[in-house]
């Protein structure tokens, strides 16, 4: 998103010829750019997880309609799709989500099923919203794996989905849900904490910021239509945009690393790694995700 080059050189001159007083540190190796493969694993997770899903349904078998009013059969045959009337996203009955751990809000506080909380990430209700979270995954896990690695994405993937699936539950209780999405708005949040707490290496900071506050937008406008559960999108957002101050700070503009500065440069001349405003950034975030 227009990040600067990550090395400026503080100078010293002296007189008119601008005559060096002090010499300067080499700049430092490129930031390490990571080969994304945890994100296209979830991806296919997911999938595998939505095929299973379907094989459980079994839609050919359901004693409440013919066989014959499955979508795509007998084509995919026990992997066929429940009827337009019963599931409208191309996917299984309720009855099989709930069966194979969708969030239950009874379950979950009365009868102390908490893995539910976890087990409904790996569920979807069908092809359609399959597909729109597995764009997202890919479109924005992807890019943050590359730049901070499986295990910073990893955790803030997992923290999110499961901060999200948290707050549907409190706030759902009368109805089962199921996806990922609280992730992937994790995900989503991070970005825009990313961009706020590394501000000074951006160059273009105002068109970062419009444009990723527009597809947040977006997401958030697509998640406010009936029938979505949108309290999972917010608590997943809320989750990754403080974990993102936590995880993703990067070392403000300028800063060389000592094991770069050869002997004899002034060490007054070197600015500090992280400037004071992201560490009270990432010291309120952890507070306030100890506390919620």
């Given at each position: 998103m227009g990040r600067k080059s990550s090395y400026v050189p503080d100078l010293e001159t002296s007189g008119r010829m601008g005559q060096w007083l002090e010499p300067?540190?080499?700049p430092p190796p490129p930031p390490q750019e990571w080969v994304p493969w945890l994100m296209p694993l979830m991806a296919l997770v997911l999938s595998f997880a939505f095929a299973f899903t379907m094989f459980v349904n079994d839609c050919?078998?359901?004693?409440?309609?013919?066989?014959?009013?499955?979508v795509f059969y007998p084509?995919?045959?026990r992997f066929s799709f429940e009827p337009f009337f019963v599931n409208p996203l191309l996917g299984p009955t309720a009855e099989t989500l709930d069966k194979l751990g969708a969030l239950d809000y009874k379950k979950i506080?009365?009868?102390?099923?908490r893995w539910r909380l976890v087990s409904c990430m790996c569920l979807h209700a069908g092809v359609v919203h399959l597909l729109a979270n597995l764009f997202s995954l890919l479109f924005t896990g992807i890019r943050l794996e590359e730049e901070f690695g499986f295990v910073k994405i990893g955790l803030l993937y997992f923290l999110s989905g499961l901060g999200g699936s948290l707050v549907s539950c409190?706030?759902?209780k009368l109805s089962i849900s199921v996806g990922v999405s609280g992730a992937l708005f994790g995900l989503l949040g991070a970005m825009l904490s990313e961009l706020i707490t590394n501000w000074t290496i951006y160059s273009n900071k105002c068109t970062a910021l419009f444009t990723l506050l527009l597809v947040i937008g977006i997401n958030m406008a697509v998640g406010a239509v009936p029938h979505v559960d949108s309290s999972a999108h917010i608590g997943g957002f809320v989750s990754g945009f403080l974990l993102g101050f936590v995880l993703l700070m990067r070392p403000q503009y300028g800063y060389i690393s000592r094991k770069h500065i050869p002997p004899g440069y002034n060490m007054g001349l070197i600015r500090p790694k992280f400037k004071i405003y992201q560490l009270l950034l990432c010291l309120t975030s952890l507070v306030l995700l100890v506390i919620g």
């Amino acid at each position: 998103m227009g990040r600067k080059s990550s090395y400026v050189p503080d100078l010293e001159t002296s007189g008119r010829m601008g005559q060096w007083l002090e010499p300067y540190p080499p700049p430092p190796p490129p930031p390490q750019e990571w080969v994304p493969w945890l994100m296209p694993l979830m991806a296919l997770v997911l999938s595998f997880a939505f095929a299973f899903t379907m094989f459980v349904n079994d839609c050919p078998s359901s004693k409440d309609h013919d066989a014959t009013d499955c979508v795509f059969y007998p084509s995919l045959g026990r992997f066929s799709f429940e009827p337009f009337f019963v599931n409208p996203l191309l996917g299984p009955t309720a009855e099989t989500l709930d069966k194979l751990g969708a969030l239950d809000y009874k379950k979950i506080v009365m009868d102390g099923e908490r893995w539910r909380l976890v087990s409904c990430m790996c569920l979807h209700a069908g092809v359609v919203h399959l597909l729109a979270n597995l764009f997202s995954l890919l479109f924005t896990g992807i890019r943050l794996e590359e730049e901070f690695g499986f295990v910073k994405i990893g955790l803030l993937y997992f923290l999110s989905g499961l901060g999200g699936s948290l707050v549907s539950c409190v706030s759902n209780k009368l109805s089962i849900s199921v996806g990922v999405s609280g992730a992937l708005f994790g995900l989503l949040g991070a970005m825009l904490s990313e961009l706020i707490t590394n501000w000074t290496i951006y160059s273009n900071k105002c068109t970062a910021l419009f444009t990723l506050l527009l597809v947040i937008g977006i997401n958030m406008a697509v998640g406010a239509v009936p029938h979505v559960d949108s309290s999972a999108h917010i608590g997943g957002f809320v989750s990754g945009f403080l974990l993102g101050f936590v995880l993703l700070m990067r070392p403000q503009y300028g800063y060389i690393s000592r094991k770069h500065i050869p002997p004899g440069y002034n060490m007054g001349l070197i600015r500090p790694k992280f400037k004071i405003y992201q560490l009270l950034l990432c010291l309120t975030s952890l507070v306030l995700l100890v506390i919620g």
